[in-house]
């Protein structure tokens, strides 16, 4: 490919995108066939001229080290120019990279230390902005955030390596000289310098030690952990599944779903795209998981085929059985709380540790990895790439888009993150196979315990596809445990995760059978179930089952009996502990209908259950709020009871809480008889995330205001309301809901704004002065309350106390959208008689005014 002359060629580069050793980027001249390799070669010379002022000296490179890169024409005039078609942004984050890496290398060798980190820094910092470029996955607006960046970041580093000013238009483009005016340039470079100062002026002031950095980015609400399988060595022999998930020592159980990695016998995964792509992120990561004292990575391997490696294939032997083989376990706790390196490209060796006997339950291997020193590992484990990314999901997706893509499994964490947003709708039941002791009955030896797991509807049909091996696997009808051999007492402690539809959850059940497993293959097929248990998903009260440890009738009978629904769906489930103990190795037939089924005490079967659900409650009391039109006639007592529900219990259900009460005000809109208590229950709400523990979700309350909030007509009802209980204070009556109600007000007042707006905009602007006239009235009763020499300042006295004196930076901003409606309200009022009270009120109740500079006061004095 000859080149224009005087143009810049476009680049050769080797693969990985070093340049051709003593070459740098080579000029390619023409295609040839090579004689001693038979494949092709290309022939290349330097861009600069020789030494001695003659040609540039040639040279031939094999073409499958060279990276040609596309290329167009830029004509401008009769001049021509060759120009890289890669993206310009991409271009000059290359060519600063380049520059600043010889600067960089001197600053090393002067021995100017901080200055060498500080540009070591910024580099990796461009070239990862530089990966995100090169996706192509960023939308346009957040293209356009990061181009920002990006010149900030180069600005800033040439200013502080004396390197020449770049000018940019608004887009962050280079400005051409030759096609802007001078004063353009001028104007420019003004603008580009007072930027880079004032960067400058904040970098150089007095940063936070390394500990207040870190426990800045603990205090965030969600983190997130990725993870990257580079390669796994074992010499398994058979098939195998990999179970991949976060670790809590102290509380010994799984933080995190599994991410599940189904190896081939030939030492691959078996969806053979996933090689060199095996990705998972681990979200919802709160500040409390990071605070953990311990934290590890455990990579658990289980086994499908035969019941002994070493039995030969001489008989037929049964296949398809899961057996535990080894454990490889890795302390992440300086990855996750910032203290060691997190990258992407630093690759940790995990070697796996071989279950010795079958007695080696999940706790106990994990406990002997730990511990273990030295091990003879030969070479087999994991190799694994970790970095902690802060954020969560969507956040993750916008900063790091190289790293999290469409094909990054993700696996959510075990329990609800410290924040959830409008939304986030989840639906899942996560089971643990606790542990089982089982009795070995007329067999000489102990059996060996399969247990399988499906989920029924009440005809006992079987729910297809709504079982998760866990993250990065497809869903099954029925999950089967692993075996252990010849063990009375079994500890499995394998999760799965259960997402039944919600529509459906209240008809179906988990139904475990068991059955003894042989590892010849005709003495496996003769066996049959010899025991069953179930539960409901659903409680006769509506709620859903009960987070925690389950310890579970077991049935026995004949196979048939035991596999239909209506012989054993009336039967309890699970054992009450009130009930005296069965003697050991006794057994009671169930009475009524279902002959053939009795109930063992010889053997014994505990489940844990959590569920996770934006949509199932576990309470009651809150249930009946979100279930309100199906009993209309317990409303009253539902809105009355919500100030009983936990606030916990309240925060996990936000939308749909606040959903609920606002439709109750929509529907209702020609009554005011639930106004008041929708109206506290809102107050309620308000005051539940003005709590330190659940400070987080005043961005979740913002979030719903300004996108899911709907309600027309609330506005109304809400002015109204509060404009009820000022007059009642003013008449002396107890001002308790009052103060509660101050607290809040910010928010009220909020949903007073927002409501009114979309009512305005649904309706183009009706009902304006009706509006107005509540406002008025409103201040007119505060306006009396705050005249009284007594009940004023004893009502300002009691919101101090109970800690409603919350002022910020943002009064006028706040204050702002309310102003041009309470212009005109103040007809008939003397400006001075009303500024009484919003000043008291906004500021020293709520908003703590400062230097008088409240945007509604002054607007009130002023007019």
């Known amino acids: 490919m000859h080149q224009a002359p005087g143009a810049s060629p476009p680049r050769g580069t080797l693969h990985g995108g070093a340049p051709v050793p003593g070459w740098g980027p080579p000029n390619l001249g023409t295609w040839g066939e090579g004689c001693a390799r038979g494949g092709p070669w290309t022939l290349s010379h330097r861009s600069p001229v020789g030494a001695d002022g003659s040609g540039s000296p040639q040279g031939i490179f094999p073409a499958s080290l060279i990276h040609l890169k596309g290329a167009v024409v830029e004509r401008r005039g009769a001049e021509e120019s060759l120009v890289p078609a890669e993206m310009p942004m991409v271009q000059e984050i290359t060519t600063t990279l380049r520059e600043w890496a010889t600067i960089w290398k001197q600053l090393y060798v002067t021995g100017q230390t901080e200055r060498y980190r500080q540009v070591k820094h910024m580099m990796h910092e461009l070239m990862e902005r530089r990966s995100q470029l090169l996706s192509g996955t960023l939308p346009k607006d957040e293209l356009l955030q990061l181009k920002k960046e990006v010149t900030s970041k180069i600005d800033y580093g040439n200013k502080i390596l004396a390197l020449d000013l770049v000018v940019r238009d608004e887009n962050e483009n280079i400005l051409d000289p030759d096609r802007t005016s001078v004063i353009s340039l001028f104007q420019a470079h003004k603008k580009a310098a007072q930027t880079i100062t004032q960067r400058i002026q904040e970098e150089t002031r007095p940063q936070q030690s390394e500990l207040g950095c870190s426990a800045r980015l603990l205090a965030l609400p969600s ?44 030492g691959v995964p078996q969806d053979i795209e996933l090689l060199n792509n095996l990705k998972v992120i681990f979200t919802d990561l709160g500040s409390k998981d990071l605070k953990r004292e311990k934290l590890f990575l455990v990579c658990q391997i289980i086994r499908v085929g035969r019941m002994d490696l070493r039995e030969t294939y001489s008989r037929k032997l049964s296949t398809g059985l899961r057996r535990p083989f080894g454990i490889s376990v890795m302390d992440i706790t300086d990855i996750t709380k910032g203290k060691s390196e997190s990258d992407e490209d630093k690759q940790h060796f995990i070697p796996v540790h071989l279950a010795a006997a079958d007695n080696d339950f999940l706790h106990g291997m994990i406990r002997k990895a730990v511990e273990g020193k030295d091990i003879n590992h030969k070479g087999q484990g994991f190799w694994v790439s970790l970095k902690m990314l802060w954020g969560d999901l969507s956040q993750v997706r916008k900063d790091h888009p190289h790293l999290v893509d469409r094909s990054t499994v993700v696996a959510r964490k075990l329990g609800y993150p410290e924040v959830i947003m409008p939304g986030d709708v989840r639906n899942d039941i996560y089971l643990t196979l606790v542990q089982g002791e089982f009795d070995k009955g007329n067999k000489k030896t102990q059996k060996n315990v399969e247990v399988t797991v499906c989920v029924c509807d009440e005809a006992g049909s079987v729910v297809p596809n709504v079982i998760y091996h866990g993250a990065g696997d497809k869903p099954v009808s029925e999950y089967r445990s692993v075996v252990y051999y010849q063990q009375r007492h079994q500890r499995w402690m394998e999760t799965v995760k259960i997402a039944v539809p919600i529509e459906d959850v209240h008809k179906t059940h988990l139904r475990f059978t068991f059955r003894h497993r042989s590892s010849s293959d005709s003495k496996d097929k003769s066996e049959r179930i010899f025991s069953m248990a179930f539960v409901k998903l659903m409680r006769p009260d509506g709620t859903t089952l009960r987070d925690g440890e389950h310890d579970l009738l077991l049935y026995k009978g004949d196979s048939r009996k035991l596999e239909d629904a209506s012989s054993y769906l009336n039967l309890p489930s699970t054992r009450n502990v009130s009930e005296p103990k069965i003697l050991p190795g006794s057994s009671f037939r169930v009475s009524g209908g279902t002959s053939g089924i009795s109930v063992s005490a010889r053997d014994s079967f505990q489940i844990s259950t959590l569920v996770c659900s934006t949509k199932l409650t576990q309470n009651v009391n809150l249930l009946g709020l979100l279930k309100w039109r199906s009993k209309p006639s317990l409303l009253s007592g539902n809105l009355q009871k919500l100030m009983n529900v936990d606030g916990g219990e309240v925060i996990k259900f936000l939308q749909d809480t606040l959903d609920a009460l606002f439709s109750i005000m929509m529907e209702n809109a020609d009554t005011d008889v639930y ?128 800690g409603g004196c919350r002022g910020g930076p943002g009064v006028s901003s706040r204050c702002q959208e309310t102003v041009s409606w309470i212009r005109p309200c103040r007809a008939g009022v003397s400006p001075k008689s009303l500024m009484c009270p919003v000043v008291l009120l906004f500021s020293e109740s709520f908003w703590e005014l400062r230097q008088g500079s409240c945007l509604l006061c002054r607007v009130l004095w002023a007019q």
Not at 248 to 265: H, K
Not at 754 to 777: D, I, N, P, V, W
């Open 675 to 802: 106004d008041t208590l929708v109206f506290d229950a809102l107050v309620f709400i308000v005051g539940l995330i003005a709590d330190r523990k659940f400070q987080h979700f005043n961005a979740v309350l913002e979030a719903y205001i300004r996108q899911h909030f709907s309600a027309t007509l609330a506005y109304k009802k809400l002015v109204s309301v509060l404009t009820l209980y000022v007059e009642r204070v003013s008449q002396g009556e107890p001002c308790e809901p009052l103060v509660r109600t101050l607290k809040a007000l910010e928010y009220v007042f909020k949903f007073v704004v927002r409501s009114r707006r979309l009512f305005a905009q649904l309706y183009e602007g009706k009902e304006t002065a009706e509006f107005e006239q509540s406002l008025q009235r409103f201040f007119l009763a505060l306006n009396q309350l705050m005249r009284s020499p007594q009940e004023g300042p004893t009502l300002l006295s009691q919101v101090r106390r109970a």
């Open 223 to 266: 983190h997130s952990l990725y993870l990257c399988v580079r390669n796994f060595v074992c010499n398994i022999g058979e098939e195998a599944q990999l179970f991949m998930a976060l670790y809590d020592p102290a509380e010994q159980r799984m933080i995190s779903e599994n991410y599940v990695i189904r190896w081939a016998s030939t």
